[in-house]
């Protein structure tokens, strides 16, 4: 089976703009959640999406967004940037929401805001 | 909410020491997960405790789930320079679905 796929690895945007990060889960797998890692702060949670609905959001401000489609692919949308979301950017996939399945994370999308 | 506590920060060790890195839930967890993540990469799974006082192995590493169920423990004996890299904790919340991961800990060991 091929891994949890996010799209683009790097990416470089400026202060205001908005920025649309893709993520494929592995095949089965209806779960995909986000999260935002900074040297220092660990791995912070963004959201979870099971079924295309959102499950679960983490203490994020409004500018930050996301999507599941119908084949379980996910996008996180990132408007007004700030220099502060300079960050790797991970998402996670699992079969479902069940607390005891472990999470199977992509390479992340490593995005600098300038 | 509940919060997911990781010490130490750093540790720097020579090869051949031991290290350990401890996990501490501000509540009781149904289960606890450990992640590694090398310099430059994602983190990957390494384990899953359930029971009370469990403690499994995987060769050099011991993971330990305390009595309480709120406390974990990661211990990898005489540290290779392969054992570089985060060490991060992750627990279900009390309410929703989503895991929350400690800030982790940064092993560096030289030879």
């Known amino acids: 089976k091929a891994g949890v796929t996010q799209t683009p690895r790097y990416l470089i945007k400026t202060r205001g703009q908005q920025v649309t990060l893709s993520c494929s889960p592995i095949s089965g797998h209806r779960s995909v959640s986000w999260y935002q890692q900074t040297p220092g702060q660990g791995l912070q949670f963004l959201f979870e999406y099971f079924s295309e609905t959102q499950r679960n959001k983490g203490n994020f401000p409004g500018r930050f967004s996301g999507r599941q489609f119908s084949n379980s692919r996910s996008e996180m949308n990132v408007s007004t940037l700030e220099l502060g979301d300079s960050a790797l950017y991970l998402c996670?996939?699992?079969?479902?929401?069940?607390?005891?399945?472990?999470?199977?994370f992509g390479s992340g999308t490593q995005l600098s805001v300038l | 909410g509940q919060q997911v506590m990781q010490i130490p920060q750093y540790q720097h060790v020579q090869e051949g020491e031991d290290f350990t890195t401890y996990c501490n839930s501000s509540t009781t967890l149904s289960n606890i997960q450990w992640y590694k993540q090398r310099p430059g990469g994602h983190p990957v799974f390494l384990i899953q405790?359930?029971?009370?006082?469990e403690v499994k192995k995987q060769k050099r590493l011991t993971f330990q789930y305390k009595e309480a169920k709120k406390n974990s423990s990661l211990h990898i004996t005489a540290t290779q320079t392969t054992d570089v890299g985060t060490y991060f904790c992750?627990?279900?919340?009390?309410?929703?679905?989503?895991?929350?991961f400690g800030k982790g800990t940064s092993l560096l060991v030289t030879p």
């Open positions: 996670a996939s699992r079969p479902t929401t069940a607390t005891n399945e472990k999470l199977f």
């Open positions: 992750a627990g279900p919340p009390n309410s929703g679905y989503a895991l929350n």
């Open positions: 405790l359930v029971k009370s006082g």
